[in-house]
């Protein structure tokens, strides 16, 4: 907790780091300037655009999850230096570079659920109780101990999206401060966040079930707000630069991890898509929860180009799933 707590005072006090806001801000965001490209040709062997994972069964009830294809492509990582509010200066760590995601991949469409959680792990550590909303409160290590379970119980590679894996899916072809724009009017539509996420009934703020808002333009929903989300990575201030740039897995080694989206409790400015969440892999924190999301690759699946489209315009809401 002390660890999360510098870590958020830090960020307030500089503006610069991520966990942005804390409780009182709103940050903003404008423009990157690359959008999403298109494998140009089709093969044969179109991977299919969903993927779902058996994970057993929760007491009498079959688990399963429900994942996307997400294509291959080129985005612009990272946020402009006007991407600023009356609160915030724009965090350093956030330098714009272009990233290429060699290979489609999938991933969950929703947070992974407390049910979900609870089938393959055998308990459920969240604050805030409710099958259908995401899990929180989990480690690092034990989002991965999550990922190695559901590997060994599919058949498929899943893992933790990488933290330029995440900012694409978010993305999902936006170049703005959100999926669906740059107004903080429309936040409310596609994310929880500290401004509408009070549970009327007990007067507190909480996590809210998983899919109830707008999808990006790629059927994800919940990538900004509701919980915090685990990547693969472990954090570096600077990222990007040469040899960094394609299919970017982050430092070999560190002592914090990364976590992108915001959260209920977080503000407009700590839910755009280029901010950045750091703390230790062990879960030293609790005030904000820990959740996470997995992405999918199994055999044979994904040789061809994504099928996806892959044009989607900032402002889109997206397929339905
Ligand atoms: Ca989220």
Redesign the pocket.
């Known amino acids: 907790m002390l660890f999360w707590n510098k870590i958020i005072r830090a960020a307030m006090v500089t503006a610069a780091g991520l966990l942005v806001g804390g409780v009182s801000a709103a940050m903003r965001v404008a423009s990157a300037s690359e959008a999403v490209s298109r494998p140009a040709t089709a093969s044969a062997t179109q991977p299919a655009k969903e993927l779902l994972l058996d994970l057993g069964n929760l007491g009498a009830k079959k688990v399963t999850m429900q994942l996307v294809l997400v294509p291959a492509g080129k985005f612009v990582m990272g946020s402009p230096a006007t991407e600023t509010d009356p609160e915030h200066a724009r965090p350093k760590n956030e330098v714009q570079h272009e990233v290429t995601i060699s290979k489609a991949f999938y991933m969950g469409v929703t947070?992974v659920t407390q049910t979900q959680y609870e089938a393959v792990m055998g308990k459920n550590p969240s604050k805030f109780k409710g099958p259908t909303q995401p899990v929180d409160l989990v480690s690092w290590d034990e989002a991965v101990e999550f990922c190695k379970r559901v590997s060994i119980k599919t058949g498929k590679t899943v893992c933790l999206p990488t933290e330029a894996q995440w900012e694409y899916a978010a993305r999902a072809g936006s170049k703005a401060r959100y999926s669906f724009g740059d107004r903080d009017a429309d936040l409310g539509d596609y994310a929880w966040y500290i401004a509408n996420s009070l549970d009327r009934a007990t007067g507190l703020r909480t996590t809210h079930p998983v899919g109830l808002k707008k999808p990006n333009a790629w059927g994800l929903y919940?990538?900004?707000?509701?919980?915090?989300?685990w990547c693969a990575d472990w954090y570096a201030a600077n990222y990007g630069g040469k040899d960094k740039d394609l299919d970017p897995t982050g430092p070999a080694t560190g002592s914090i991890r990364v976590l992108r989206?915001g959260s209920w409790t977080y503000c407009s400015f700590g839910s755009r898509l280029a901010g950045r969440g750091r703390i230790g892999p062990k879960g030293e924190y609790d005030v904000n929860g820990g959740?996470f999301r997995v992405t999918a690759v199994g055999a044979g699946e994904l040789t061809g180009p994504a099928s996806r489209p892959t044009t989607a315009a900032s402002g889109a809401s997206g397929p339905s799933r």
């Open positions: 947070e919940d990538m900004q707000g509701n919980v915090w989300e989206g959740g």
